[in-house]
């Protein structure tokens, strides 16, 4: 890959206005109403971390709210089905144009680096399926839900902190190519 791939900047900021879209329409649509109805904020919201009780406390919380219970379930299956993918998408797409990681750096670093540094907003991917897939089943009437349970502060942990990795070496990756570009 050359430095500052031919990807257009314009399907980035589509993709960017699309991912703030996508944000509203879960926070306006989903996170506050439920916020509304329960008192209690959205696991996904908790950017510090949660724990198993938390989620215990959510199980039961849904258990006794039928409405709080559709709205979570809503929100799953409608933008939380789409914004990972346009997210992940973004990310990767800014990695290529600002161009491999060797050039980030100011010195050569170890090929094999820069390839696994694009893997990273798969990684965010993942993890924002996987914890959302890890809701439904935790706040279901499943067998599985008590593992649900357990994996889903772990999932959260780990969208949050390869997002916070992503944008790490994005403004890194962006400073680095101005100053080389002045």
């Known amino acids: 890959m050359e430095m500052g791939s031919r990807v257009p900047l314009w399907i980035i900021a589509l993709l960017a206005a699309l991912c703030l879209v996508v ?38 919380l849904l258990d006794q709210n039928e409405t709080a219970s559709r709205i979570l379930r809503a929100m799953y299956f409608g933008p939380e089905l789409i914004f990972p993918a346009l997210l992940t998408a973004l990310l990767f797409l800014i990695f290529l144009r600002l161009g491999p990681i060797e050039t980030w750096r100011g010195r050569q670093a170890p090929r094999l680096l820069g390839r696994i540094t694009y893997i990273l907003p798969f990684i965010y991917g993942f993890a924002d399926y996987a914890e959302n897939i890890s809701s439904l089943v935790a706040f279901s009437d499943s067998a599985s839900a008590s593992f649900a349970a357990y994996l889903l502060p772990w999932m959260t942990k780990l969208k949050f902190a390869s997002l916070a990795v992503c944008a790490i070496l994005i403004v890194r990756g962006a400073v680095l190519r101005q100053v080389r570009e002045d």
Do not use: N, R
């Not at 996170?31 to 989620?55: I, K, N, R």
């Open 23 to 60: 944000l509203g329409w879960t926070t306006f649509g989903f996170t506050m109403p439920f916020e509304h109805e329960t008192g209690q904020a959205v696991l996904d919201s908790y950017f510090v971390g949660y724990d198993e009780a938390a989620v215990f406390h959510m199980q039961t």
